[in-house]
């Protein structure tokens, strides 16, 4: 605890430049300073394909640099051509490795469009500018190296990067793109100009820190934290959808960069100094003792660009350097000094793959968001156990020493194992390589598939209790996504809809969505449908299934239905004072709308939790990982009946746990389960590999994966 509470005074300051920073990007929503532009003068420019098929057949990235796409732009993708150009050769390079090997990723290029919100109207802080001028660069690189990916996988691309481009170029009434590619920043531009709901299943959201299930989950009467509305504000039903920086969690997808390859200058001999790694005075507050015992050994170097008085005498500050000049710095030192933050940044990379040995913090406790400021305002409940847990658990020695650094003796050990070394060999995963990229990028854009198909109710008969005005019953089946397109009711104390498939239908799934966000939700206020019983009957008029939710959502997931019906009737039930109705959408799924699971189901591994464990840590202990994609095919009586003992099943549908399937180790007096029963929960979208519960055994769906490349499984 003494460490942490050393850590609070600089962690805070950092965490408050940083909370400034995303309050401004992201809570400076300019929604009531844009005109709205109608569904029927947006229609996707001749130039949006031409953009997507500049080049298409070459090999190499010059194409892809002198695309209309990037000169229209201007400065906005400078940084981000300027890294692409440099790294181009490594690209080719690892095309033709990749495709030597898995050409099969080649076989199917996808329309996809990406739209980098931090550099929109949407982002107050100048990401473009402030990348020639010290500033954040993470964001910037992942964004370059994902387009890079792309391209040399052969799929045609599209980048925009303001709403306007949106709004005049890509149209409401059918999705124009496979695949949509954004940030958090990016997503409410996506909202304002009206596609989100037409492309959410298609949408993939670059997010640095991951996105745990249970803080991607919001109802009327439920939210886990409530400063994190930026990120619950989604509902995304897959948290696969979530693209990360790192392996933080199962449950997201792991995107990664790549390092930048470094061509060592002959001549130039390692001498025993360190480069302190960070930018900002104030990364050296409180950090003194540290930084005094690894001086006692080597010389130290800084590269900071506002110092503030922070600078020790015995530290050598260049400023902000150019990266040739950083790293030639890098290049003759020996030691990468990691002062505990930032967190997961791209920086030990680089000077790992410049022969730098990289020293961080451990951190015991953990840091979580409970005791770090940073962390309380991610949507996630991870423990760092030190400043970039990857290298800690996926690398460590000779490359990365984890020391404690009030341990004055550790610490010195670490420095002196660095420096005694014959040789220092440059190092970096195959992950963070381009082959490493392409490989991963390839595997998911190929193979996660997270829409549904046809919707069988789209276009059918459909009738309702009342309307409001215009907002007939057949909107809720017009197929079109939006806010403007809902079936309303006239206000009264109850209310049914219904709608006329044509015939007997196999139905697999049922979707019905309230409304398409949050935010308009709060602004309605009394719409909710709460509750309600959804009913199917079949031709003569016979019913033969039904669901009762008992709970308020922007939308609601039938899943496992199974029956052949006609009819789906939703029913409202009594209200005590008259209020509206709302349908934006019902649609229907039947047998052909499943897709594959991937990665196979044969690779599934199951094994049994401890209780109070995650399937995160259960699967990492018999070095595997947490496969999310398998949950659905262990959710079930029958499934959790062969695993465990049950005395009995129950399916949770009132409270919002990520634990199961699982088996009461013990009584749950909060959910009332008793000791010996088995829980499943009736919300595939909180199924997560990070959730546990003191009084649960987990049934973890497990894989093994590829070695370095920890997102992708072995062949079969």
Sequence with gaps: ?????????????????????????LLWQPRAGIEPVSRASRKLSAVGYELGTEGRGLSHMTALLHAHMFSEQGI????????IGRLAEGWEKAQKVVSDSSGFLFAKPKRILLFPGLLSEYSAYDFAKNAYQGGYLGELVQWSDFIAALHMLGHHLVILTSHKQLTERIPLDRPAFDLVFTDYIGLFALRDSGHFPLYKCRIRVLDSFGTEPRYNFRTKDFQLDESLSMFTNWNFEEPRQFWTLFPHTPDNSFLGFVVEPVAIETGIVKKNQGVVYGKEGFYVFGKERYLNTIAEVIELHATLKDPDGAIPPYMVNHGVLPPAELMRLLQESKVFVGLGFPFDGPGPFEALVSGCAFIQPKFDPPLTGKNTPFLSGKPTSRALTSQVPYLEQFVGQPYVYTVDPSNSSAVRQAIYSIITRKDTPSFIPLEFTPQGLLERVGMYVLHQNFCDGEDLARGKSASASSSHAEHTAKEAVDGLLTEDSCFWTAPDTSHWWMVDLG???TITKIRVTNTFEWILAKTWGAVFIDPFVLTLSDSRGNQVSSHRFTDSRTFYLWEEVNVRARFVRIDSLEYPESRYFVLCAVEVFGGDSLHATWPDLTLMHTLRSKPGQSCKEACSLQHMVCEPAYFRALNSERTVREAFNCTEVHTEETHYVDFPPAWAAREDSDLGIKQGACLTNSNSALLSCAGLHASYERLCPCRRFTQGQVAVPPPL
Excluded: F, G, N, Q
Excluded at 1 to 25: N, P, Q, S
């Design 76 to 83: 906005k993708l400078k940084w981000i051509s300027e890294r």
């Design 503 to 505: 015939a007997d239908i």
């Design 1 to 25: 605890m003494a460490v942490v509470v050393r850590e609070m005074k600089w962690l805070a300051t950092a965490a408050l430049a940083y909370t400034l920073i995303c309050a401004v990007m």
